[in-house]
């Protein structure tokens, strides 16, 4: 048990060749563990890029995972599949997050019949889809309950369908991020 969560693994080590491996059985799990700013700064950032720098987090998450195995002095080149469900969660953004926000409300100006010069360069209200200087400003979050499957392969870890609410916009993104954060 950690905290108010369960953890339910079972590791393995094979010591058989110079590099060390890890394994878990399939179906090793994690649930309802707290989020935290570290771990939407750790391994959570691989699954869904913009809670990376999340400065407060409310909400719980699980872990389900199949076929897992990492090289104990380089886990990012091991193999590893799962699934991530988030239930609900809340959390303060961080840049990523209010680049995403900044982009989805230029694009909604646009769409709004907005003016274009305005909306792409900036206005006294705020900086524009071109404009040099982001949002400073700070947002809240949500990410509704949902599962998000993931895949690490080859030192990049896939996602598909991870969903935020910011605002009044909605983002669903997908992709992968690589060991190097690439």
């Known amino acids: 048990q950690v905290g108010s969560g369960q953890i339910d693994i079972g590791p393995g080590l094979d010591l058989r060749t110079n590099q060390p491996v890890a394994h878990l059985r399939s179906g090793s799990s994690a649930n309802n563990i707290a989020l935290t700013p570290?771990?939407?700064?750790?391994?959570?950032?691989?699954?869904?890029?913009?809670?990376?720098?999340?400065?407060?987090?409310?909400?719980?998450?699980?872990?389900?995972t199949q076929n897992v195995q990492l090289p104990i002095h380089r886990p990012l080149d091991g193999l590893a599949s799962g699934t991530v469900e988030i239930q609900q969660a809340t959390l303060q953004s961080g840049p990523l997050a209010n680049q995403i926000l900044g982009l989805a409300k230029s694009i909604k100006r646009l769409t709004d019949g907005g003016n274009l010069l305005n909306n792409l360069m900036g206005n006294e209200q705020g900086g524009g889809l071109l404009s040099a200087t982001p949002q400073a400003s700070q947002t809240w979050v949500t990410m509704p309950s949902q599962r998000i499957p993931f895949q690490l392969q080859k030192g990049r870890v896939t996602h598909e369908g991870a969903t935020f609410q910011i605002d009044d916009v909605t983002v669903t993104t997908r992709g992968s991020v690589g060991a190097d954060q690439s």
């Open 38 to 64: 570290t771990t939407c700064a750790g391994f959570l950032k691989y699954i869904a890029p913009p809670v990376a720098d999340a400065t407060r987090v409310q909400g719980k998450f699980s872990i389900a």
